[in-house]
């Protein structure tokens, strides 16, 4: 359990062989690496807090209300549940981002690979960055809503998209390039970014939303 800060430019926290479960509480403040070694484990946020570090070979992230940066970019999970709360992260692979009702997640980086479940009407996925980034090889399906933010470019690419719920692109560009069978959303909003179509094919009318509301 991390009630606080552990911070070592060394530091290298490895649980070994077994189930192991890490507990990060709210104020916490990692760097380094944290190995969950083999097994199924765990790792738990709590309350608001910053990793620094990279996690390997954890299978399970539970975010549970607060606000959590996870800012390495290389850090892998099986499974990420954003419960409650929000919680951002540089990068996105081969990762199952299951998005609850009410709750955000944010990455910055790039996604390959990654399926993520849009849980309810107001669970919010979110795209925020600078550079260029792609997101592939995955599926975003359910019911909730898509927002980009930041000045960078996302890019839609080799994806099944099936979610329902708005689309608001705030600043930057969202490209769609390549999608397999996009079923349009119910609103997509330009509120000061651009939308690129290109060699996508659609899972129904030709048209990519009821509305398509710009500023």
């Known amino acids: 359990n991390v009630d606080g800060t552990l911070i070592s430019q060394n530091f290298s926290m490895g649980l070994g062989a077994g189930d192991d479960t890490l507990n990060l509480g709210g104020g916490s403040s990692i760097t380094g690496i944290a190995d969950g070694g083999s097994g ?13 570090n990279r996690f390997q070979s954890f299978d399970i992230l539970n975010a549970d209300g607060g606000t959590w940066a996870l800012n390495a970019t290389n850090s892998r999970f099986g499974t990420v549940n954003v419960n409650s709360g929000s919680l951002s992260q540089a990068e ?3 990762q199952n981002v299951n998005i609850a009702d009410g709750a955000t997640y944010t990455f910055s980086g790039n996604s390959s690979g990654s399926d993520f479940d849009l849980g309810g009407t107001n669970a919010n996925l979110i795209f925020d960055g600078t550079g260029t980034s792609n997101l592939s ?3 975003i399906t359910g019911s909730g809503n898509i927002t980009m933010n930041g000045t960078g470019q996302f890019s839609l690419g080799s994806l099944v998209v099936h979610y329902t719920g708005t689309t608001t692109i705030n600043s930057g560009s969202l490209n ?18 651009n939308l690129i179509l290109s060699q996508s094919t659609f899972g129904g009318p030709a048209t990519l939303s009821n509305n398509i509301v710009g500023n």
């Open 40 to 52: 199924i484990d765990v790792v738990n946020l709590t309350g608001s807090g910053v990793a620094n």
């Open 92 to 94: 996105s692979v081969n």
């Open 137 to 139: 090889a995955g599926t």
């Open 176 to 193: 769609i390039v390549n999608v397999t069978n996009f079923q349009a959303p119910a609103d997509i909003t330009l509120a000061g970014g």
